[in-house]
């Protein structure tokens, strides 16, 4: 017997070989469903199709799956195909926005869990005069400009963290100067490790695509 639920809406789900990774929102961690993929399927849009009962009663239980779907469903992943040449030299004006920008944004980050860093979109929020045209419409070569004045920027900033803070730090900074950006997050098995980065459509922000084509997403914010 077959069931279709849906993800919960604080998981999501990523099948590799095998295996499906659970990344669970509230409880801020991944878990490893061992070849799960045999009678689990899940979707880009959060669903999941199961072909076991028993183990469907497994994923209800556990708090993985749900019965009906939310009321609105999830956005396809956008697959990374390319990533931005950074000039050498910014403006100087820009890297000391760069810098105050970033250092606003990790005073932001401090003591917030994954799911408030999440939650929290600044561009939502911006007047619509200092947002960009629309998704992807930022002249390329100006996004990377802001890119470069944050790579210099980045040495004078405290309490540098790992990819989530750095991730989160640039995307508060372009959301504040009209850029927004997807927030898409990776995994790999065996060994496991996990890796974010952000995106705009099929453009990598501030990352290399050759690292992060290594990781399979598994949630995009």
Not at 16 to 38: G, K, N, P, S, W
Request: aromatic fraction near 8%; hydrophobic fraction near 45%.
């Amino acid at each position: 017997m077959t069931s279709d639920l849906w993800c919960a809406p604080h998981v999501h789900l990523a099948t590799i070989d095998e295996d499906v990774i659970v990344l669970d929102l509230l409880e801020d961690q991944y878990d490893c469903l061992v070849d799960a993929a045999v009678w689990l399927t899940a979707k880009d849009d959060g669903g999941i199709h199961v072909r076991d009962q028993a183990a469907a009663d497994a994923l209800l239980e556990a708090g993985i799956a749900i019965h009906d779907p939310p009321p609105s469903l999830r956005r396809p992943r956008v697959p990374p195909k390319r990533d931005l040449s950074i000039p050498a030299n910014p403006p100087r004006v820009e890297i000391l926005r760069a810098l105050v920008g970033l250092a606003v944004a990790t005073a932001v980050f401090q003591k917030k869990s994954l799911l408030e860093l999440i939650q929290l979109n600044p561009f939502v929020s911006l007047p619509d005069s200092r947002k960009s045209t629309g998704r992807g419409a930022f002249p390329e070569d100006e996004i990377a400009v802001l890119l470069t004045a944050t790579r210099h920027a980045r040495p004078w900033v405290p309490f540098e963290g790992e990819c989530l803070q750095r991730a989160f730090q640039l995307r508060y900074y372009l959301a504040h100067r009209g850029i927004s950006t997807d927030w898409v997050f990776g995994v790999r098995t065996w060994p496991f490790s996990a890796h974010c980065w952000l995106q705009v459509d099929d453009v990598v922000i501030g990352d290399r695509l050759e690292r992060v084509a290594r990781y399979t997403p598994i949630m995009m914010g």
